[in-house]
């Protein structure tokens, strides 16, 4: 009894983690588990949204097996894929929160990105005075809303760790954000690759149930770009779809596609890549890997096609080429393993010869990831408890 009051004592922070997809949790997974099992830091996972939506594959499951359960749960109807649902969204969300954190005292919120979700529990959290700690700032991606709601999460911090020196200098140059308030990080995703152990390539096909795979293998990953229509998006998406039947008939591709974020249009977006996937016997819908299965097949791929932030910032560390389709990660910082192409079919082909060319990967080799840098989630405790 007295040694469970004496660490009662010493516990002097209370630490807000929000996670609200499965892709922030994959990427801030590390800090997150180590925070956890510091017991002089009180941690609350903060899980929201779609982590509990069929659609996406249930990815609190993910949270559960790393054997995270005690944390607070915030969920909502995502069935509805309209751009005015997010207001609805935001607004329930906003709603529980205050309910939660009126009642709660927290010291700092961690939070990751750039998602309307994390927006809305920024603004919270601004005004119960919990003062926010924000993972990659200073990214610019003119394709997507997620560009002005990174913007607004900056404004409402106290503290910025930044990918890299790039990322940094944007802060100050564009958001005004003081230099003794940023910090140096790197990608927190990449500390997680390093302590991944990878299967071998046959392991990996037979845990993921894929069949028939002699092929070279290409990830597709295709979210909407917010900024544009509906009828925009899907016009894109199918001509990538057009193109994914090329490299599929001309050059033995299997492709895996993969589910798009909780964003505007999503459910269009999946009927088509369900479709797709019917259609083409060498394609494949799965609907949620995990992030270690996820960075294991990236592992073992041949190339990425989409617009996802993974093949902008953890491709590199695989040396596995992207090729970047249309505008939603447009100004994002990248190596030299992705290539940014157009929508339009012969651009896109032309892009993919360049980019799956023997020379252009020789190039990718020779260069490292720009978002890897030697600060760990170790490192940020430290910081933590030195604030």
Same mark, same amino acid.
């Given at each position: 009894?007295?040694?469970?009051?004496?660490?009662?004592?010493?516990?002097?922070?209370?630490?807000?983690?929000?996670?609200?997809?499965?892709?922030?949790?994959?990427?801030? !997974? #590390?800090? $997150?588990?180590?925070?956890?099992?510091?017991?002089?830091?009180?941690?609350?996972?903060?899980?929201?949204?779609?982590?509990?939506? =069929?659609?996406?594959?249930?990815?609190?499951?993910?949270?559960?097996?790393?054997?995270?359960?005690? +944390?607070?749960?915030?969920?909502?109807?995502? !069935?509805?894929?309209?751009?005015?649902?997010?207001?609805?969204?935001?607004?329930?969300?906003?709603?529980?929160?205050?309910? %939660?954190?009126?009642?709660?005292?927290?010291?700092? &919120?961690?939070?990751?990105?750039?998602?309307?979700?994390?927006?809305? $529990?920024?603004?919270?959290?601004?005004?119960?005075?919990?003062?926010?700690?924000? +993972? &990659?700032?200073?990214?610019?991606?003119?394709?997507?809303?997620?560009?002005?709601?990174?913007?607004?999460?900056?404004?409402?911090?106290?503290?910025?760790?930044?990918?890299?020196?790039?990322?940094?200098?944007?802060?100050?140059?564009?958001?005004?954000?003081?230099?003794?308030?940023?910090?140096?990080?790197?990608?927190?995703?990449?500390?997680?690759?390093?302590?991944?152990?990878? /299967?071998?390539?046959?392991? @990996?096909? !037979?845990?993921?149930?894929?069949?028939?795979?002699?092929?070279?293998?290409?990830?597709?990953?295709?979210?909407?770009?917010?900024?544009?229509?509906?009828?925009?998006?899907?016009?894109?998406?199918?001509?990538?779809?057009? +193109?994914?039947?090329?490299?599929?008939?001309?050059?033995?591709?299997?492709?895996?596609?993969?589910?798009?974020?909780?964003?505007?249009?999503?459910?269009?977006?999946?009927?088509? =890549?369900?479709?797709?996937?019917?259609?083409?016997? #060498?394609?494949?819908?799965?609907?949620?890997?995990?992030?270690?299965?996820?960075?294991?097949?990236?592992?073992?791929?041949?190339?990425?096609?989409?617009?996802?932030?993974?093949?902008?910032?953890?491709?590199?560390? +695989?040396?596995?080429?992207?090729?970047?389709?249309?505008?939603?990660?447009?100004?994002? %910082?990248?190596?030299?393993?992705?290539?940014?192409?157009?929508?339009?079919?012969?651009?896109?082909?032309?892009?993919?010869?360049? @980019?799956?060319?023997?020379?252009?990967?020789?190039?990718?080799?020779?260069?490292?990831? /720009?978002?890897?840098?030697?600060?760990?989630?170790?490192?940020?405790?430290?910081?933590? =408890?030195?604030?």
């Amino acid at each position: 009894m007295k040694k469970e009051v004496f660490l009662r004592k010493m516990i002097f922070k209370k630490i807000l983690i929000p996670t609200v997809a499965r892709s922030d949790f994959g990427i801030m !997974k #590390n800090i $997150i588990k180590t925070f956890y099992n510091d017991k002089f830091i009180e941690t609350k996972l903060l899980v929201v949204g779609s982590h509990f939506s =069929k659609i996406f594959g249930s990815t609190v499951s993910e949270i559960k097996n790393e054997g995270i359960i005690n +944390f607070h749960k915030i969920s909502y109807d995502i !069935k509805k894929s309209k751009f005015d649902r997010t207001l609805l969204y935001i607004s329930d969300l906003m709603r529980k929160l205050n309910n %939660y954190l009126k009642t709660r005292k927290y010291d700092y &919120c961690i939070i990751l990105g750039d998602r309307y979700e994390m927006l809305a $529990i920024a603004i919270a959290c601004k005004l119960f005075k919990i003062k926010i700690i924000h +993972f &990659c700032g200073g990214s610019i991606t003119k394709g997507a809303l997620d560009e002005y709601y990174r913007n607004c999460i900056t404004k409402l911090s106290d503290y910025h760790f930044v990918e890299t020196k790039y990322h940094y200098n944007n802060l100050i140059k564009y958001n005004g954000v003081e230099r003794k308030n940023i910090f140096l990080y790197g990608a927190p995703a990449l500390e997680n690759i390093k302590s991944l152990s990878f /299967l071998d390539k046959n392991s @990996l096909i !037979k845990k993921i149930n894929l069949k028939k795979f002699n092929n070279k293998i290409a990830i597709f990953t295709y979210h909407s770009e917010t900024t544009l229509s509906k009828k925009e998006n899907i016009n894109q998406l199918n001509e990538i779809l057009s +193109f994914l039947k090329i490299i599929i008939k001309q050059f033995n591709y299997k492709i895996i596609v993969t589910s798009p974020n909780a964003d505007s249009y999503y459910e269009q977006i999946i009927q088509l =890549k369900i479709n797709f996937c019917k259609e083409n016997s #060498n394609a494949v819908y799965i609907s949620h890997l995990g992030i270690n299965n996820y960075y294991n097949l990236m592992k073992i791929s041949d190339v990425m096609i989409g617009n996802s932030s993974s093949g902008i910032i953890e491709a590199k560390t +695989f040396n596995l080429p992207v090729l970047n389709c249309g505008n939603r990660q447009f100004g994002r %910082y990248c190596s030299n393993n992705v290539i940014t192409s157009e929508i339009k079919l012969k651009k896109l082909i032309k892009n993919f010869s360049l @980019l799956t060319s023997v020379k252009y990967k020789k190039k990718i080799k020779r260069s490292k990831n /720009l978002y890897e840098l030697k600060m760990n989630s170790k490192l940020f405790l430290k910081f933590i =408890k030195k604030i």
